[in-house]
């Protein structure tokens, strides 16, 4: 199989690329290198800069590479208090830049896209979420990942292309290799955060309320390891190339984990600090991923649980202080 992933060079998208390859797929990444980092491409991948919005850069990819399978897209904007100072910037990127891809897609006769959605969509929900739930976004990150997943529907359906939407819960830690791993310095996800706090490099973690209608009053989340969610996009693109038919699946370990569960278990490797603080607003307090559909489609289950999760960030975050 032959793969084009956008946004290759990020978090998740260099994670996906190291899992088709261990599968021996052929893949060209294309990056604009803004939140990603040529390191994280493997060497067995082809690199091409360039931006997503960029209609001649996308045209020569396809031109040049008229065989390709799949496409997958990583190359979102996802910072949820960005998105709220700066809509316009993530409509340009995260809709517009769909967009694009899906014209250049349609011109070159490529069938098959997977893309990268998010939770989000479901907005302030609470309990076990499913993917036919009602998505009420409550910022503008949310909200450009349901007005790109819509257009993919429309565009797919009036083209005869095929989609396969995937959306994610809370994904972190690294992949064995430790590789690749999340870089980013400006750190919000609760995992990352908390090692970071473990390692020094902040002074304790903030758990922001512990009176939620929870066993132990603090927040509740499902944690994907991003090697999981990597190998749920080979079988995705797999599935669609052997015809599959387009659909949205939830990506997530069905189950739940509270911020101190997380807080505990980073202690476990070391001292860290944390403290209560006020709640924040829009904070749920349940958010679970239904993952049946992703088990019954696509025969996918996590391998990874939180320890595992929470000690491959930790193992990756200490290769970056070297």
Not at 85 to 106: D, T
Not at 130 to 153: C, H, S, V, W
Not at 279 to 298: H, V, Y
Request: one cysteine or more; a negative charge; charged letters at 25%.
């Amino acid at each position: 199989m032959k793969v084009l992933v956008v946004g290759g060079a990020g978090y998740i998208g260099s994670h996906a690329v190291l899992e088709l390859i261990k599968k021996q797929h052929e893949v060209i990444v294309f990056d604009n290198l803004t939140s990603g980092f040529e390191d994280m491409v493997s060497e067995n991948a082809t690199l091409i800069i360039g931006d997503i919005r960029d209609k001649s850069a996308l045209d020569a990819v396809f031109k040049k590479h008229n065989d390709i399978d799949v496409v997958m897209h990583f190359a979102a904007k996802i910072v949820v208090p960005e998105s709220v100072e700066k809509p316009l910037e993530y409509y340009s990127n995260n809709v517009e830049g769909v967009r694009v891809l899906l014209e250049s897609m349609q011109e070159h006769d490529i069938k098959n896209i997977v893309f990268s959605s998010t939770a989000a969509v479901y907005g302030e929900a609470s309990g076990v979420c499913f993917e036919d739930d009602p998505t009420q976004p409550i910022n503008p990150y949310g909200e450009t990942k349901l007005a790109t997943e819509r257009m993919i529907k429309w565009v797919t359906q009036a083209y005869g292309m095929k989609y396969l939407i995937f959306r994610y819960f809370n994904v972190a830690g690294a992949d064995q290799s430790l590789k690749v791993g999340l870089k980013k310095d400006q750190l919000t996800h609760l995992i990352p955060v908390a090692i970071q706090a473990l390692i020094g490099l902040r002074e304790k973690l903030l758990i922001y309320g512990d009176d939620y209608d929870t066993e132990d009053g603090t927040c509740v989340r499902d944690y994907i390891h991003v090697s999981d969610l990597a190998y749920a996009h080979v079988l995705g693109a797999t599935y669609l190339k052997d015809g599959g038919q387009s659909t949205t699946i939830n990506l997530g370990s069905n189950q739940g984990y509270s911020v101190l569960d997380v807080a505990k278990t980073v202690q476990k490797i070391g001292d860290m600090t944390y403290e209560i603080t006020e709640r924040r607003p829009g904070d749920p307090a349940k958010l679970i991923a239904s993952n049946e559909k992703a088990k019954k489609l696509l025969h996918w289950e996590p391998k990874y649980g939180l320890e595992d999760i929470v000690n491959s960030d930790f193992e990756f975050r200490k290769t970056l202080k070297k």
